[in-house]
């Protein structure tokens, strides 16, 4: 196999995460908009919208195509992932909120390294600009912080539990 078509594969797969982040991401914004945390949320999906169409930008500058079937599937995973039963019958509970943000994080965790990974290769692979890769990781870490403040709020209230410590490692 050709390192294009490695690296193609490896772009197609973060381009299918991607479609199911920005989707999630447009999810919990819509369900949170008349929240103090709503513009907040808004914003960040927009974000991660934009760094979407920055990663197709991307690979189409790498002239990698993009893969129909992996987009499709993101979507798809993004639609699945609100069958998942919460514990509440007929409507949303904070514990979805818990669980939508830890996986919100984690995809801009991994949107991370994608970043750091593409920084890595720039120097050797035309159609990469670094300054470009540094302000998109620069903004996923800015995201992470976010999603982190949102998430530990959203656990305190789900689990209020006196001497537990949301906030995990880090």
Not at 59 to 74: E, I, Q, S, T, W
Not at 101 to 121: D, M, N, P, Q
């Amino acid at each position: 196999m050709m390192h294009h078509d490695v690296l193609g594969i490896y772009l197609n797969d973060h381009l299918a995460g991607a479609t199911l982040g920005a989707g999630l991401a447009r999810h919990v914004a819509h369900r949170h908009r008349r929240t103090v945390h709503g513009s907040r949320l808004e914003h960040i999906a927009d974000e991660i919208a934009q760094d979407r169409r920055a990663l197709l930008s991307i690979m189409d500058g790498l002239g990698v195509p993009a893969r129909r079937y992996k987009v499709c599937a993101g979507w798809a995973a993004e639609r699945l992932r609100r069958l998942k039963p919460n514990g509440v019958p007929h409507r949303s509970s904070g514990l979805d909120t818990v669980m939508e943000l830890e996986t919100l994080r984690l995809g801009v965790e991994g949107k991370c390294l994608l970043w750091l990974t593409l920084l890595a290769l720039a120097p050797r692979r035309t159609g990469l600009d670094e300054s470009q890769l540094r302000n998109l990781l620069d903004r996923a870490r800015n995201q992470i912080e976010v999603v982190e403040e949102l998430r530990r709020t959203a656990a305190a209230a789900v689990f209020p539990l006196r001497g537990v410590q949301t906030s995990g490692a880090q």
